[in-house]
């Protein structure tokens, strides 16, 4: 199994900034690749912005590219979201996945607000 943990959400105006962090602890190894969903009320959950191992690439929704940027730190099994120019409408509910052969781990979540 693998365990997430996501922090670093919170309250932000609209036009700043927060970076996310997800700690992934377990069978790590067997990962290959771990991403960023957002949920908001109402909505269903969507793709934010993702890396995979398997061909050392990231990858960001449309609606984020140019703001939003996706990093790992290997020594530390840690996936950042730097989300930088945040609108009012991407309050959500934050929330990290890895992925495995067969498998995917979700975390608990994280709560960004953005005031307008």
């Known amino acids: 199994q693998v365990q997430l943990v996501e922090s670093g959400g919170g309250l932000v105006q609209a036009g700043g900034s927060l970076r996310l962090s997800c700690a992934a602890s377990g069978r790590t190894f067997s990962m290959y690749a771990m991403a960023w969903f957002r949920q908001a009320p109402g909505k269903e959950r969507e793709f934010v912005a993702a890396?995979?191992?398997?061909?050392?690439?990231?990858n960001c929704a449309d609606s984020v590219k140019g703001r939003f940027t996706i990093s790992k730190d290997n020594a530390k099994n840690t996936v950042y979201l730097q989300m930088n120019v945040l609108k009012f409408e991407e309050t959500a509910d934050y929330y990290c996945?890895?992925?495995?052969?067969?498998?995917?781990?979700w975390g608990q979540g994280t709560q960004v607000t953005v005031s307008s």
């Open positions: 996945n890895a992925r495995l052969p067969g498998m995917d781990y």
């Open positions: 890396f995979s191992w398997s061909v050392n690439s990231t």
